[in-house]
């Protein structure tokens, strides 16, 4: 810039040169995505990616994450990080409907985990309720490798006219900057900075970073941004996330390739005595930034009075190019828009890490074949990383706005568009373990496996979002399975045809004990162009007859059970390399599964995922309260197979279990023509069994499945005990 | 003046919150809690206290659940 | 009623969020959605009130305190007290009970946590204008979503709620340690009534079930449509 920087403009340098605003690790990384198809209308580079449904209806969705704040204060962490992202859709200038969590903490024996967990749900609820958008659905899961740096992800979807999406580009020299909502504190001073730094002992007693949420303002400053846009007053319209104002209008600058006088001293504040660095800086939360047309700036402001939020004018747009502070008539600061936007970028050297080849060992031949598979199943159903999430979703009202037509608890929430027939499905997914043992192939199996969830409730996938949760990447390990992960999520992206939209980077997630697991979550959305043709999981009849198929045809594949649920939860080892993902396949049979649903043949499918076979059968007869009579023959045929363990309890992806009245046998197995299925039973009465290696009452299943996951393990009924 | 208010829940109405944290202190190592409730705390800044108890009455308290007290702190 | 369609009015608080979900089952029973601004005091001349869900002023001091004292509720107040048809659904039945409309109070559930889900009640009295086109006895699968929905009353009260056959709907799992599984009281003018359980959110066969409409259907019963 041509001189020393002083002190303000150094703080906006710092904070928006911070990976969380400015990418520098990331970026090059993250143009291996696809980002264009014939559905979306906005790719990166906006607060959300968008993609139109039909009707001239779109979905703005978007999901991000709020790692560090939760660790250091979970509720107040994860409440604001439904805020953010609340705001980010409602910047696209859609309403937001629906709200989504990947989630990831310490194993529950720890008290620290189960303080972080309890809050971070109770601070999920107690914003997503207050403000009236329903939380549909999202994830959990449980691994030492989260121990003190839970990972809260939070995606939110809004819908929109096409006609009247809204840009975050600052246009109109002389236009009025309006800023709307809370009042400006010292709330989260240096947090981007803060969200991109490992956490150490310091950390934890750093609270006062730490923002709070208030969904009663969020709730007035949505309402009156969709009344500002409804009634036509506003030229853009843009969130204040990390980095606060400077953020906000530095990037509506640069993308409008405008300039912004802020004059500082008309922000509204909370505090006394604040510097204007703070002001520009401030994370404090519920605020919009707008341009308004001279015109319409006393209008705008009434509005914003009739729903009794802040509103004041806080600056011009000037055609100067730069963000200038600007205090009681003083420049205080002046720095180029576009320049502080735009991060310096650190390109780094791919080397595969000597722990891969390490955890990768793995003789299936090592793995005993159970005694008791009673004991097995019980054992995994009551195990946190499977455990119904009931006692989490229940806590989170999802049927605000009265459009939740799948709840949560399914692969896949499924959504209306009410006044038409349309309607959407979304998942969140993420499979750490899986990444850690092998990056690739877990980064495309991420995606795949969304994929399949979207498919098996019959929804056509249509794009991605993403969080890409990773530890350091300046060590060399951290930096591969970055590349790497992302690496694979792109090539699964185009293989299956789903562009990423949307997505954020959340790096150095680091403890004392070490990195996270690799863990690139994905927010996958579909579209039904009806959707009263959907599917669940739940056996639906007495005497369907259940069918198992996977894309892949040739002979069953050895490695099924490395990586898998069943290793760890009953052998307490994280150890193999897990199938690779058969894109090809995937999309084979997920296309197949679809077809299905919206044709009429089938309203029951499930993915095999997590504990596989068995795990998914047990699932489905229990949320349809109907047992399962699996086939003699099939089993005296896994016994001849000899790897009986792997067919049931093994994970391949690219399979689903599908159920149907036995008079469609015909028309199934003329679809499945050229796939390999198997039909292994049916479905009735109120056991659950196989052959003669399963026999359990629903009743059982249950009472592992349905426990509480915030008591205490072994204090509840059949808690996990320490595995063998 | 200021105007410190204490609201509480009424004797013999369930105070879940306050349960809890008399469940937890012992867990803690805190012996010899017998009770615990949990109030609110409301400090104001006002010209006079003569409406303060209206305040409290009619918004600060539910009377059916709750009772409450006030002092001039300054 | 002047013929038209039977008009329906729905109080909006700024932090009210079943604001639109109750205008829009207004519009499945087949009468006219009125919006109700809570800083005007008009009730657009309505035939009957609706005090929809959510968390009215943020419900930071206790549910609906604020709201009663909104401009709004004054005419709604003395629409009440002239045998206007009131439903106070979850926070609604809060502010409701806060506004003296309605006895007792709605304490933090037991258990503490936020409850979202599908309950079983009994409708306990159909002479009531938002229960007269259920069957006495009637079991309905209703939703509920709340954190304070736990009834309380001291027990002279709740004697005489029980004796003047007051108690409306009554949950056959209690969710939130309600004295007497209360879900729902009305007043000694039977005309006011508030219930915890979400009757809008189950008004639309797309969502699986049209239960909701019986409760909302039974004021078009008592204005004789």
């Not at chain 3, 001091?61 to 004054?74: C, D, K, N």
Request: proline share 5%; hydrophobic share 40%.
């Amino acid at each position: 810039m041509g001189r020393e920087p002083n002190y303000l403009e150094l703080s906006l340098f710092s904070v928006m040169w911070s990976e969380h605003c400015g990418y520098k690790n990331s970026r090059p990384l993250l143009r291996r995505f696809p980002n264009e198809g014939a559905r979306v209308l906005q790719g990166p580079g906006e607060n959300a990616g968008v993609v139109e449904v039909g009707d001239g209806w779109a979905l703005a969705f978007k999901m991000e994450s709020h790692n560090h704040p939760s660790a250091v204060e979970p509720y107040e962490g994860a409440a604001t990080g439904v805020g953010g992202i609340i705001r980010d859709i409602l910047a696209m200038g859609a309403r937001p409907v629906a709200l989504l969590d990947s989630l990831r903490f310490g194993p529950l024996e720890e008290e620290r985990n189960r303080y972080l967990f309890r809050e971070v749900v109770r601070g999920i609820g107690g914003y997503g309720n207050a403000v009236g958008v329903p939380t549909v659905g999202g994830e959990v899961e449980f691994s030492p490798a989260y121990s003190g740096n839970p990972l809260v992800n939070a995606m939110c979807v809004g819908l929109i006219r096409v006609n009247d999406l809204m840009r975050s580009r600052a246009t109109g020299v002389g236009n009025a900057v309006v800023l709307l909502g809370s009042k400006t504190g010292r709330d989260g001073i240096h947090g981007a900075t803060f969200a991109s730094d490992e956490l150490t002992e310091e950390s934890e007693s750093k609270r006062s970073n730490v923002q709070v949420g208030d969904p009663f303002a969020e709730k007035m400053l949505i309402e009156c941004c969709l009344e500002l846009l409804r009634q036509d007053l506003l030229v853009s319209l843009q969130d204040l996330g990390a980095a606060g104002i400077t953020s906000s209008a530095s990037e509506m600058a640069a993308s409008g390739g405008v300039g912004i006088d802020i004059e500082v001293e008309k922000v509204p504040r909370r505090e006394t005595g604040m510097e204007p660095w703070e002001v520009m800086i401030s994370e404090s939360q519920e605020r919009m930034l707008t341009v308004v047309e001279p015109e319409k700036v006393d209008e705008a402001l009434a509005l914003a009075k009739k729903y009794g939020i802040g509103g004041t004018v806080v600056g011009s747009v000037a055609g100067h190019g730069d963000l200038r502070v600007v205090e009681d008539g003083e420049v205080a600061g002046t720095v180029s828009a576009e320049h502080l936007a735009d991060a310096p970028v650190y390109e780094r050297e791919v080397v595969r890490p000597a722990y891969l080849d390490e955890v990768q060992k793995f003789n299936v031949a090592e793995i005993p074949e159970p005694e008791d598979y009673n004991e097995v199943l019980l054992k995994m159903l009551s195990h946190p990383n499977l455990r119904s999430r009931r006692s989490i979703y229940r806590q989170y009202d999802h049927e605000v706005g009265t459009s939740t037509v799948v709840a949560p608890g399914a692969d896949a929430a499924v959504m209306r568009i009410k006044g038409t027939k349309r309607g959407f499905a979304v998942t969140t997914d993420g499979r750490g373990r899986h990444c850690y043992l092998d990056p690739r192939g877990g980064g495309a199996a991420t995606v795949a496996e969304a994929y399949r969830n979207l498919s098996c409730v019959g929804a056509e996938p249509v794009a991605v979002t993403d969080c890409l949760n990773f530890g350091s990447p300046e060590k060399p390990d951290g930096y591969y399975q970055l590349a790497e992960c992302v690496e694979g999520m792109a090539q699964a992206c185009e293989a299956l045809g789903t562009p990423v939209v949307s997505g954020n980077v959340s790096l150095f997630n680091e403890t004392d004990r070490g990195p996270i697991y690799p863990t690139p979550t994905v927010g996958m959305v579909g579209v039904f162009e009806d959707v009263g043709w959907h599917a669940t999981s739940a056996f639906k009849r007495e005497g369907d007859m259940v069918v198992v198929f996977d894309g892949k045809i040739g002979p069953r594949d050895d490695s099924l059970l490395a990586g898998s649920e069943y290793l760890e939860i009953v052998h307490g080892r994280v150890a193999g390399a897990p199938p690779k993902p058969d894109l090809a396949a995937e999309k084979r049979a997920s296309d197949l599964v679809r077809e299905m649903i919206r044709s009429g043949l089938i309203d029951t499918a499930h993915d095999l995922s997590g504990g596989g076979k068995l795990v998914a059968l047990a699932e489905m007869a229990m949320d349809g309260g109907i047992g399962l009579r699996y086939d003699e023959t099939e089993v005296e045929a896994m016994r001849k197979y000899g790897h009986r363990l792997e067919i049931l309890l093994g994970e391949k992806g690219a399979g689903f279990l599908i159920a149907f009245p036995e008079d469609r046998w015909n028309e199934v197995q003329e679809v499945l023509g050229g796939f390999a299925y198997d039909s292994i039973g049916y479905t009735g009465g109120d056991r659950f069994r196989i052959g003669d290696l399963v026999d359990l009452s629903l009743d059982e299943l249950r009472d592992a499945y349905d426990q509480d996951l915030f008591g205490i393990p072994g204090e509840a009924v059949g808690g996990s005990e320490a595995v063998g | 003046m200021k105007i410190r208010v204490l609201v509480r829940p009424k004797e013999g109405i369930l105070d879940p919150q306050g349960e809890a944290v008399r469940g937890a202190l012992p867990a803690l190592g805190f012996g010899g809690v017998k009770t615990v409730h949990i109030g609110r705390l409301i400090e104001m800044e006002v010209e006079s206290a003569d409406e303060v108890d209206a305040m409290c009455r009619r918004l600060l308290s539910n009377p059916t659940i709750e009772e409450y007290e006030w002092e001039v702190v300054s | 009623m002047g013929g038209g369609l039977v008009r329906i009015g729905v109080t909006i608080f700024p932090g009210s969020n079943c604001d639109r979900d109750a205008l829009y089952a207004v519009g499945r029973m087949g009468a006219e959605p009125v919006e109700l601004w809570h800083a005007e005091a008009d009730l657009k001349r309505v035939d009957a009130v609706i005090v929809p869900g959510g968390f009215s002023y943020g419900d930071y001091l206790r549910p609906g305190a604020i709201a009663r004292f909104a401009a709004v509720m004054g005419p709604l107040e003395g629409f009440a007290a002239e045998g206007g048809p009131v439903i106070g659904v979850c926070n609604g039945f809060q502010v409701l009970c806060e506004a003296h409309l309605l006895p007792g109070a709605l304490l933090q559930n037991t258990h503490m946590r936020f409850v979202c889900d599908r309950v079983r009640v009994r409708v306990e009295a159909t002479n009531t204008p938002w229960t007269a086109g259920c069957e006495g006895g009637e079991e309905l699968t209703l939703p509920v979503a709340h954190n304070e929905g736990n009834f309380f009353a001291d027990a002279e009260t709740l004697a005489r709620l029980e004796d003047e056959d007051r108690v409306v709907l009554r949950y056959l799992e209690n969710p939130n340690g309600s004295a007497n599984d209360i879900a729902g009281v009305c007043n000694e003018g039977r005309n006011v009534v508030g219930i915890m359980p979400h009757p809008e959110r189950v008004s639309d066969p797309a969502l699986g079930s049209e239960e909701g409409l019986k409760i909302l259907r039974s004021v078009l019963v008592g204005a004789g449509v």
